[in-house]
C-alpha cells in the first residue's frame, strides 16, 4: 500500500501562483495530479514519469508545471496564472500497477 501525503493548497487571487506537493512512501515510474471540481467528474491535469517526461492536459498548458524529486519520492505541480476555473480538489496519483490517491488538497481561486 502506497501511501500519499499531499500538501500547498489554498485560497489565490486570479492570476496567481500556488506549488503543490506530494510525497509518496514508494518509489513509482509514474506520478501525477487529478483534479475534481463540484459537480464535475474527476480530470486529468499532469503526469510525469521517472525519466521526466511529461503530459498535460490541454486547458493547464502553459501554466502549470509538473516535475519530480526521484530521491525524495515527491512529486510538484507548480500553478502559475490560476484562474476561477481551476478550482477544485487536486488528487495526487501514482501507478504501480493500480492507481493510489492521495486524500486530496482543495485549491480556490477567487477575489
Known amino acids: 500500500q502506497v501511501q500519499l501525503v499531499e500538501s500547498g493548497g489554498g485560497l489565490v487571487q486570479p492570476g496567481g501562483s500556488l506549488r503543490l506537493s506530494c510525497a509518496a512512501s514508494?518509489?513509482?515510474?509514474?506520478m501525477g495530479w487529478y483534479r475534481q471540481a463540484p459537480g464535475n467528474q474527476r480530470e486529468f491535469v499532469a503526469g510525469?514519469?521517472?525519466?521526466?517526461?511529461?503530459n498535460y492536459a490541454d486547458s493547464v498548458k502553459g501554466r502549470f508545471t509538473i516535475s519530480r524529486d526521484n530521491a525524495k519520492n515527491t512529486v510538484y505541480l507548480q500553478m502559475n496564472s490560476l484562474k476561477p476555473e481551476d478550482t477544485a480538489v487536486y488528487y495526487c496519483?501514482?501507478?504501480?500497477?493500480?492507481?493510489?490517491w492521495g486524500q486530496g488538497i482543495q485549491v480556490t481561486v477567487s477575489s
Open positions: 510525469i514519469i521517472s525519466n521526466g517526461r511529461t
Open positions: 496519483y501514482v501507478s504501480r500497477v493500480i492507481l493510489y
Open positions: 514508494e518509489s513509482s515510474a509514474t
